[in-house]
């Protein structure tokens, strides 16, 4: 989908990067952007640094960045939808029409009006003043601290396996997720989750597409 939205959009000074935060660096996500075989950038933040800097709770999101460097969206669901968590048949794994409908709908009303940014710039509805902006940027607090300071403070740990436990296994260091209300945080609940394993409830609990066309340059289905 976005190396097809690349190839249509380029011609209007549009471009996608794809960023992949994963721990695990090149090792674990190389293969797989390989795979895929995009000719748009495609980076992989091994720190999260994408997470604490623009604010990405979960996994797909889009940021919005013209060509003076300003952010016209912050964070975002990208181009998909909660309808699994209504729709899923958990032991089928399959989704049913209505819900593969929905899903749909969301993905066009996302690229629609990305195309729409790209063809008009600040003159789309869909791109934000400053000051709408903004009001949409997370606001830290102290509790975002410690967890960055506690997530960094693991990975470091881990990497120079500095600090073991007395059974010789490497502590967690308390590292366990980051930014409070993150994705990295919710993942440690989806094993309490009745979902399938691949899908855990914890991506349903930040997705929330927003109205379309709404005042405030959001995003929904068209029915």
């Known amino acids: ?44 933040d091994e720190r999260h640094l ?9 996994v797909p999101m ?33 989704m049913s029409a209505e819900g593969l409908a929905e899903r749909e709908r969301v993905r066009a009303a996302y690229l629609s009006a990305l195309r729409d940014w790209a063809a008009r710039g600040p003159a789309s509805p869909y791109a934000l003043s400053e000051e709408q902006a903004r009001q949409r940027l997370p606001v830290s607090s102290e509790a975002h601290a410690r967890a960055a300071a506690s997530f960094r403070l693991g990975q470091y740990l881990s990497s120079r396996h500095s600090l073991r436990t007395p059974a010789g296994s490497t502590p967690k260091a308390g590292a366990t997720g980051g930014r409070p209300g993150s994705w990295k945080s919710r993942a440690r609940r989806a094993a309490r989750s009745s979902g399938p394993p691949w899908m855990p409830s914890a991506i349903g609990h930040t997705i ?16």
């Open 62 to 94: 889009g940021v919005w960045i013209d060509e003076t460097g300003r952010i016209v969206r912050p964070a975002e669901t990208a181009a998909t939808s909660d309808a699994f968590r209504r729709h899923l048949d958990r032991t089928t794994k399959q």
């Open 1 to 44: 989908m976005w190396q097809a939205l690349h190839e249509e959009l380029a011609g209007q000074g549009f471009t996608c990067i794809a960023i992949a935060l994963d721990s695990g660096g090149p090792a674990k996500t190389e293969q797989w952007i390989r795979a895929a075989k995009p000719t748009y950038p495609c980076l992989i």
């Open 208 to 223: 929330r597409p927003r109205g379309f066309p709404g005042e405030d340059g959001g995003f929904a289905s068209r029915a």
């Open 50 to 58: 994408t997470a604490e800097l623009y604010g990405v709770v979960n």
